[in-house]
């Protein structure tokens, strides 16, 4: 009696509980962005003002919207778009973020340079958001800059069933900047698959046997 207790809250455990991975990955160049993984496909790119002037130096390896941040308290929205090729749960994202200059090139002044972003993910009729803040990350020794790369998970994760196409809608602002332009570097989304029912109960009916075999 024990044995099944115990097996039976086993299962209830683990049931459609899966480590979170990382389910899509890309870096920047310019409107240039990975066109798909495993689990997505058909990625596309809007943005609200699209840069052409910004396009040396640092900023030929960033997502950069041509809009000055400073005294810009709309700030620019960057949209996302995918197709899920299986049935996923998106729980959480993480976004890299770079200051540039009017040339493309790392800001040399020091004045103070952070901003906040909300990305909206929606999917559906189902909608979730996710709040990050980031800071001007100065340069290595050799001079190259790096970007502030931040986690954040969304209010309640998101399921996407296979064939669905969602989207992430990304809003920077950094109005208090000094005059500077935000780029991104690299968009990761997390998340987890979910098994086909025949799957998943093959898998707890194996696992329920060989945890029975070595009670018994």
């Known amino acids: 009696m024990k044995s099944l207790l115990f097996i039976s809250?086993?299962?209830?455990?683990?049931?459609?509980?899966?480590?979170?991975?990382?389910?899509?990955?890309?870096?920047?160049?310019?409107?240039?962005?990975?066109?798909?993984?495993?689990?997505?496909?058909?990625?596309s790119v809007t943005l609200t003002t699209p840069s052409t002037a910004l396009s040396n130096n640092l900023a030929a390896d960033l997502l950069v919207p041509n809009l000055q941040m400073n005294g810009n308290e709309t700030g620019w929205t960057v949209t996302f778009s995918f197709t899920a090729t299986q049935d996923i749960v998106l729980s959480s994202l993480s976004l890299g973020f770079q200051f540039v200059n009017a040339s493309g090139e790392r800001h040399s002044n020091t004045d103070t340079k952070e901003g906040t972003a909300t990305v909206t993910l929606t999917a559906g009729d189902s909608s979730a958001t996710a709040?990050?803040?980031?800071?001007?990350?100065?340069?290595?020794?050799?001079?190259?800059?790096?970007?502030?790369?931040?986690?954040?998970?969304?209010?309640?994760?998101?399921?996407?069933?296979?064939?669905?196409?969602?989207?992430?809608?990304?809003?920077?602002?950094?109005?208090?900047?000094?005059?500077?332009?935000?780029?991104?570097?690299?968009?990761?989304?997390?998340?987890?698959t979910v098994p086909e029912p025949a799957t998943a109960s093959l898998s707890l009916l194996g696992m329920a046997a060989l945890l029975l075999r070595r009670r018994v």
């Open 131 to 192: 709040d990050l803040s980031f800071e001007r990350v100065q340069a290595d020794k050799d001079g190259t800059p790096t970007a502030d790369i931040q986690e954040a998970s969304f209010n309640t994760p998101v399921t996407v069933s296979a064939g669905e196409t969602f989207t992430l809608t990304v809003n920077a602002k950094a109005p208090n900047t000094g005059g500077t332009f935000l780029g991104l570097s690299q968009l990761n989304l997390q998340g987890d």
């Open 9 to 43: 809250t086993f299962l209830l455990c683990i049931s459609g509980v899966q480590a979170a991975s990382t389910l899509y990955e890309t870096q920047f160049h310019q409107t240039s962005i990975t066109t798909g993984s495993d689990f997505l496909e058909d990625a």
